[in-house]
């Protein structure tokens, strides 16, 4: 099976927005690999968070790619929107995707990566049919809504599962984790078949700045792949 590098996605939401270029400058020293941004309408999830000029802003702060994870209802208006900003790659939520096959077609159509989420309450399995449409399988290890809760635990045995699927469908798609991710609870996932780890909180808030926060997480999940 082939193995794939395991990737850091600082998520933006947590950097100091009065600082933002700073914080995405000191991330890319530090080897983060894409950027993580989380767009929340206060209706899919209690919270509103950014939004396409925010994401065209990290565009022109950054040569990697961006990484749009959309916790809105309604997804499939804003698509162009994103893309057009900058997006590299659009995560939307299954659960509110009624014609997901057709989302997800047109994030490619559009030369994106897609990518599907799926909450906490809902399983693995539900998404085994959307598999060939997707680059990357969002399996969130909190509720979506707020950076900084905790991880919940069972997380790992979802991503384990998922990662079954994917490999009996003779695919190679990307496992990503967000909620909760440092370097205590990202080896577990890491074990289970996740290669993108998605934190805001461990990297923004780390005691010792971004660039420990980075470097713990990076050497917390390289004992795993090796
Ligand atoms: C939560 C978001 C996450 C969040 C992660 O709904 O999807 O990307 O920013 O924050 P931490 O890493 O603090 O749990
Ligand atoms: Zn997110």
Same mark, same amino acid.
């Given at each position: ?57 990290? !565009? ?29 790659? /659009? ?15 047109? /994030? ?9 989420? /799926? ?101 917390? /999940?390289?004992?795993?792949? !090796?």
């Amino acid at each position: 099976m082939m193995v794939n590098k395991n990737v850091i996605m600082p998520s933006i939401l947590s950097a100091d927005f009065l600082n933002l270029g700073d914080a995405i400058a000191e991330c890319v020293a530090a080897g983060a690999d894409w950027f993580h941004l989380d767009i929340m309408d206060g209706h899919f999830v209690p919270n509103i968070a950014l939004g396409p000029g925010f994401v065209e802003a990290c !565009r022109r702060a950054t040569d990697l790619p961006l990484d749009v994870h959309l916790m809105i209802e309604n997804p499939d208006r804003f698509l162009e929107v994103f893309a057009s900003a900058g997006a590299n790659s /659009i995560s939307v939520h299954y659960e509110v995707c009624p014609q997901v096959r057709n989302t997800l077609s047109t /994030i490619r159509n559009m030369g994106l990566n897609a990518g599907i989420a /799926i909450s906490p309450g809902t399983a693995v399995d539900e998404i085994k049919d959307v598999l060939d449409l997707v680059d990357l399988v969002l399996v969130m290890t909190v509720q979506p809504g707020f950076a900084g809760q905790g991880f919940i635990e069972t997380s790992p045995e979802k991503v384990r599962r998922m990662r079954h699927l994917i490999n009996a469908a003779g695919l190679n798609t990307h496992i990503q984790v967000d909620g909760g991710i440092n370097s205590k609870t990202a080896p577990a996932c890491a074990e289970a078949g996740a290669d993108y780890f998605v934190a805001a909180s461990a990297i923004f808030q780390h005691p010792n700045g971004i660039t420990a926060g980075i470097r713990a997480l990076q050497s917390s /999940i390289e004992l795993e792949s !090796r």
